[in-house]
């Protein structure tokens, strides 16, 4: 008798053990969160300085449409924006950073490509901005669209990038020779073209745009009309933390579903009580969307009250400081634009 | 490494790496392998080391006796030359040659001949290459000449010894340098063109030049900048070399009646060569080691092309970075190779 119950007892803390696992499995509590919830910050890896998606002012402030991706994550997981400790990144760097453990989130104006996604040890969560590669020359040259490049042409540029590829890609099938340049700054980049060592400069648009505002004098310098490639800009994380890919990709989408409902840093609040229940989901007061991350229910309310919604990023980074008032093809899919993201339900 | 997702292997090796480079020594094409690539890299890099220790060498020494000139401007020139390239750090120096110093060059347009056919400009040294015709013939009595000259000094060394005469073994090596190549021009069919670069308008304000060979001002800045940085260490290793024989050594071989030229050959600089060459060896790996600063200023080189771009292309870090420290290591490794058999053959042999 005593025998058969001392197997019992141990058959019963088997059955504990395991349950105990399960409902550990179960409350799905991703380790990149929890030890970002003990540090008290979210790791994020930005550019070294590309004003429009992450740049660091005079005091230390970071902005940027890639600084808010990181800044809405840690309004939904910390409950403050501000809790974000940046780490500038080169181009060469900023994957074995991320894959290391270095920091947790990679939003670094990086082009989603297969074989990064596929490869690297990396997972791409979106796309916050839709881009192409194009060319700058100086005014001067005369040069009015890349069909009048001539052999032997000198091409500025960064190692590490897709541009890198791309520029192969297209000098090769125009059947021009041309002089690869490439530095591992941007800044050593604007330098060398500004100074003449290239005839041209190659980067994404919105990286042009950007740079342009550094040179010497922005005003003798074009962006050439013809786009080269496909640069689908967006927030990297590390393989295998699957909830943590979810939280940083749903906040995204969340910023750009609140833009597509009208709801904005201003009027969040306000929401709460809007009859629309795919608005009330939105901000936090109808469903339990929150739950499935191991967070609260206001985490995305949080989102749009302290980062803004995705129009709010674009407008305050980008069209503001001049960089491309025209948002293209970053436009909602309700207003000619290509911006469609999932449903929050 | 299973955790963060990361995968270990070579086999990245063999796939094409679809970039370009500014510069190489061979052909490469973006269609070749990673590990072709990474021999072209290694080659620029060769290339720059090379480069580097024989002009911070040739510019040591020069420095180096400078600095023991009984002449004063001379004497302090060259003292502060050395103090003020050896104390600036290396880095900056390379930024320097690169952006300030190359950046103040005209642009080809606007660029005026050296040597009349020879153009520094902004995007590069423009010189003329050689176009060869029957180069094997040219080359075939080059060599001829090297070996009849090792044969005359064996020679030489022996009259010496057996009968006391000197023969004028300089005077004769020079001749037979000069003498056999001009044979192989003369009867060998050998012949000698120059492709002068060409000025060829890109745009309306874009010009480079075509023809002859371009050399990357990134390379210039970086041969410029190791150069004088590294020889200001070989002229302080040639002056403590020259100042740790003393003096007797010279009164001693005047006064068995050796000539002024032949006292520098034949008693001091043996003796000084055994100091000069261990702790100038240690300059020749360091100037190897920092020419992977060219990364700063985009010259292809290991660092920036394998260690770089490759890198970021695979994403294989490991394995990369890996082999780039093994390669280094290599390079160093036969360089103090070399120069401990060099430096075992002058040491003083004892019995």
Request: glycine share 8%; aromatic share 10%; charged share 20%.
């Amino acid at each position: 008798m005593f025998k058969h119950l001392k197997q019992l007892t141990s058959l019963v803390a088997m059955i504990a053990v395991v349950f105990a696992f399960t409902t550990e499995a179960m409350a799905k509590k991703s380790k990149t969160l929890k030890n970002t919830q003990k540090k008290g910050f979210v790791r994020c890896g930005v550019s070294q300085g590309l004003p429009g998606f992450s740049n660091a002012d005079a005091s230390g402030n970071w902005t940027g449409i890639d600084v808010d991706v990181c800044r809405a994550v840690a309004a939904a997981v910390l409950g403050d924006a501000n809790k974000v400790k940046f780490t500038p990144l080169s181009a060469k760097e900023r994957f074995t950073a991320l894959t290391s453990g270095e920091i947790d989130i990679l939003s670094r104006n990086t082009t989603w490509t297969l074989s990064r996604d596929a490869d690297i040890g990396l997972t791409f969560v979106g796309v916050n901005f839709y881009d192409g590669q194009g060319f700058m020359v100086r005014k001067s040259s005369g040069i009015t669209s890349t069909s009048q490049f001539k052999d032997g042409i000198s091409a500025c540029t960064n190692i590490g990038t897709t541009t890198e590829l791309n520029m192969r890609d297209f000098f090769n099938s125009k059947g021009i020779k041309y002089e690869p340049v490439a530095f591992e700054k941007a800044d050593e980049v604007v330098a060398a073209y500004d100074a003449g060592r290239c005839d041209t400069y190659t980067t994404d648009k919105s990286g042009l745009a950007a740079q342009r505002t550094k040179m010497k004098n922005p005003n003798e310098h074009i962006v050439l009309p013809e786009t080269i490639s496909k640069e689908p800009l967006g927030p990297v994380v590390r393989q295998g933390d699957a909830v943590w890919e979810d939280i940083v990709r749903w906040s995204l989408n969340t910023m750009i579903e609140a833009e597509e409902y009208g709801i904005t840093s201003a009027n969040a609040d306000s929401m709460k009580t809007s009859d629309n229940p795919a608005i009330k989901r939105l901000v936090g007061a109808e469903g339990e969307m929150g739950a499935a991350f191991g967070l609260d229910n206001e985490w995305n309310l949080r989102i749009i009250k302290q980062v803004g919604n995705y129009g709010e990023s674009y407008k305050r980074n980008i069209a503001d400081t001049g960089i491309l008032p025209d948002r293209g093809p970053n436009q909602l899919w309700t207003k000619g634009g290509i911006l469609y993201v999932p449903p929050a339900r | 490494m299973d955790n963060r997702g990361i995968d270990f292997g070579f086999g990245f090796l063999k796939q094409e790496a679809s970039f370009d480079m500014q510069f190489t020594l061979l052909d490469y094409d973006g269609q070749d392998s990673y590990a072709w690539a990474y021999v072209v890299a290694l080659l620029n890099t060769l290339l720059v080391s090379f480069l580097g220790i024989i002009f911070c060498t040739i510019l040591g020494v020069i420095i180096g006796v400078a600095r023991l000139s009984q002449n004063f401007l001379i004497r302090n020139s060259a003292a502060w030359y050395v103090e003020f390239f050896r104390n600036i750090p290396l880095l900056l120096q390379i930024f320097f040659w690169y952006y300030a110093a190359l950046r103040a060059l005209p642009l080809p347009e606007t660029a005026e001949p050296w040597f009349g056919v020879t153009y520094m400009t902004i995007k590069g040294y423009y010189i003329p290459s050689m176009i060869w015709e029957n180069l094997n013939v040219f080359l075939s009595c080059l060599i001829a000449a090297i070996v009849s000259i090792i044969f005359i000094r064996i020679y030489a060394r022996k009259l010496q010894e057996r009968e006391g005469k000197q023969l004028p073994v300089f005077y004769i090596s020079i001749g037979l340098l000069i003498i056999l190549p001009l044979l192989s021009f003369l009867i060998g069919g050998v012949k000698l063109d120059f492709e002068l670069p060409v000025l060829k308008q890109l745009a309306q304000t874009s010009f480079i030049f075509e023809g002859g060979i371009a050399l990357p001002p990134e390379l210039i800045a970086l041969v410029v900048a190791l150069s004088l940085y590294t020889s200001t260490f070989v002229a302080e290793c040639v002056r403590a070399g020259i100042q740790g024989i003393s003096k007797g050594q010279k009164e001693a071989a005047a006064s068995v009646g050796l000539n002024p030229n032949q006292i520098l050959k034949l008693v001091i600089m043996p003796q000084a060569l055994r100091i000069i060459i261990p702790p100038t060896t240690n300059q020749y790996l360091n100037l190897t080691k920092n020419s992977s600063l060219a990364a700063a200023i985009a010259y292809p080189d290991l660092v920036l092309v394998f260690a770089g771009t490759a890198l970021m292309q695979t994403g294989k870090a490991i394995e990369i970075v890996g082999i780039t420290m093994l390669t280094y290591l290599t390079i160093s490794l036969s360089i103090a190779a070399l120069m401990n058999w060099y430096n075992k053959r002058i040491e003083i042999k004892e019995k």
